[in-house]
């Protein structure tokens, strides 16, 4: 098993490894004393993993009551999370027991927004079932629900307790859902990791996946670390999310968060003037993990749908900009040119025949 220290508000372990689903409980125990605990999760994962966790869980002397509610961002709402502290309220859980999250990205943010305000704040443990959700959101205390104005727009930063990712059940999943995760990886790689993208690039290294969850939640921990409010460098972990946001808006979510990042992050180094031998080696591997590499939107809809985006402070937005694989730079730049971004994009890409 590989753990990862995180050094944030609350200190936890990030603990990697197969077969860590039905040790789940005893796990646990380690860092909570056995208290009552609500498993919260989706329909799709309660009928995978839901028994087994919830058995893992009562086996180490925890006293659990389960909660699944339909699976889909569609659920992110507050009407999900009225339902899920109504039965917090009916498990009669105190401030001294536990949430635990069970499932994708999903789950652990409405799951872990629920922990943060139940009682002002209980605490939770993640057990991600996606690799989107091991390799990023259930790492660094963001949760949130959507809201009919914007994705994540009421929320709170709340670490959990405790990361448990087995990785037998990452490599349970379908090939949609591993090459939506492997966005997110690829991602960490350009930001800082060169042999985590070399790893990416044969897209073939499932039997590598703890390594690349491993290291992937090894860049958090240090960007979190040093930003756990994402005031300054967490930013960096926004690669691919502008422009990726924009073209998720376009496609009203049938494209999948991390198919939107592909294409966001290829589109980034195409903006950058990167050396076209580097765009097509990022593309490359965004094909070789299934990812698509391009969109067919017109400039001005992406640049209208970018500054929806909650990101944009004021009249400025910040992209994150890769200058070589494993280094990338923050640029500050006015809304106004925000199209030129996108056509500057477009045009690169165009002329790589991408
Ligand atoms: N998923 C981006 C962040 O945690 O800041």
Redesign the pocket.
């Known amino acids: 098993m590989r753990t990862v220290h995180i050094t944030a508000s609350t200190e936890y372990d990030v603990l990697i490894g197969e077969g860590l689903i039905d040790k789940a409980g005893e796990l646990t125990r380690k860092v909570v004393k056995p208290c009552r605990c609500l498993i919260v999760t989706d329909d799709t994962v309660d009928e995978l993993y839901g028994d087994r966790v919830q058995i893992s869980f009562s086996y180490a002397g925890f006293d659990v009551t389960r909660f699944p509610f339909p699976a889909g961002e569609a659920s992110k709402n507050l009407s999900t999370l009225s339902d899920i502290l109504d039965a917090m309220g009916a498990a009669e859980l105190s401030r001294s027991d536990l949430v635990v999250a069970l499932g994708g990205g999903v789950v652990g943010d409405i799951a872990g927004f629920a922990a943060a305000i139940y009682t002002r704040g209980i605490r939770f443990v993640q057990i991600p079932t996606t690799l989107l959700a091991a390799v990023?959101?259930s790492v660094?205390g963001?949760t949130a629900i959507d809201m009919p104005f914007g994705k994540n727009m009421v929320g709170a930063f709340h670490q959990p307790s405790l990361v448990i990712t087995d990785t037998d059940v990452l490599r349970d999943l379908p090939a949609l859902q591993l090459s939506n995760g492997a966005a997110e990886a690829i991602k960490c790689g350009v930001l800082n990791d060169p042999e985590l993208f070399a790893l990416l690039e044969s897209g073939d290294w499932l039997d590598d996946v703890d390594a690349v969850v491993e290291r992937c939640v090894a860049y958090?921990r240090d960007?979190?670390a040093g930003d756990e409010f994402?005031t300054g460098n967490?930013a960096f972990?926004?690669l691919g999310h502008t422009f990726g946001h924009a073209i998720e808006h376009l496609s009203h979510f049938t494209m999948l968060h991390g198919q939107a990042v592909a294409v966001g992050t290829v589109m980034a180094a195409s903006a950058a003037s990167c050396p076209g031998e580097m765009i097509r080696r990022l593309a490359d591997c965004m094909k070789a993990n299934g990812l698509p590499v391009r969109c067919d939107y017109p400039v001005t809809d992406l640049a209208r749908a970018a500054l929806s985006d909650k990101k944009r402070a004021g009249k400025s937005i910040t992209l994150v900009l890769p200058d070589v694989i494993g280094k990338c730079r923050l640029e500050k730049v006015p809304v106004t040119d925000l199209p030129r971004w996108f056509e500057r994009a477009l045009n690169t890409q165009e002329a790589l025949e991408l």
């Open positions: 990023d959101s660094g963001k958090k960007v979190v994402d967490r972990l926004n």
